[in-house]
């Protein structure tokens, strides 16, 4: 496997720093012989040197962040067959502060991860939806899971609900429900670039909460391990060159929370400190 690093990184990078864009096509061109070689045979050296200016030209911010990371993300856009930045909304390159450093973050949008499930083969059907306060819904689950949604034909009122359904070629479907509340929740908890400025989260918030309940659904698709691997590409920063993006590990670091340490506990040994009463029930216990 071809993980390029080093050499012509290192100095493209320092011309980086003086113009940003300028050394940003500087490293693509000097690059096109290991970028060819990683890329799949749909997406030709131009067509994804067009890809870069255009991610580059919709948001500026991109060259101020390390090029390494930059072709990383644009590389595993490219393997799994998305434009980034467009309005298909397939996926999304962010500027993420990582170690204290500005590097790119890819992100799958709803759009891709659709077109992903559909290239799986196993899929035939999957499409996700908003729930208004004045629309009929119903869902129910156990054994016979049911769901039920009739649109308010006017006056629908503001989105309470998303959900989630699929259909397998062997006659399988699932779905998911998570309330707005739901999903707010898990993009606080789960989302390591929502608070950017830059994050779709903060221009297309529908569009990304559907994303969040259809990963929610598939989770119980029988899907193969490909369409696993290519999901697992969502919010990761990778600042390196493989044929096979998907192996490479994601380098996005997340501040540890400081977490209280109990009262028994020393902070400095971790030791647990025992208590009169439990020391003397130990030493009638080994008696």
Sequence with gaps: MANIKGGAITQATTQAAAKPQKGMKDLILSMQGEIQKALPS????????????TAMSTNPTLTQCTPKSFLGAMMNAAQLGLEPNTPLGQAYLIPFKNKGVDEVQFVLGAKGLIDLAYRSGEITDIQAHEVHENDTFEYELGLTPKLKHIPALKDRG????????????SGGYG???MSREDVVAHKNKYSKAANSSFSPWNTNFDSMAKKTVLKQSLKYAPIKTEFVRAVAQDETIKS???V???DMQDET???AEAQEVPENVNPTTGEVKQ????????????K
């Design 42 to 53: 749909v997406i030709t050296p131009e067509r994804f040197t067009r890809m870069v200016l």
């Design 158 to 169: 503001a989105v309470i609900l998303y959900y989630a359904v699929w259909h397998t070629k």
């Design 175 to 177: 779905f998911e429900v």
């Design 240 to 242: 390196g060159i493989d």
């Design 244 to 246: 096979n993006m998907a």
């Design 253 to 255: 670091v997340i501040e």
């Design 275 to 286: 208590t009169d009463d439990e020391i003397l029930e130990a030493s009638l216990d080994e």
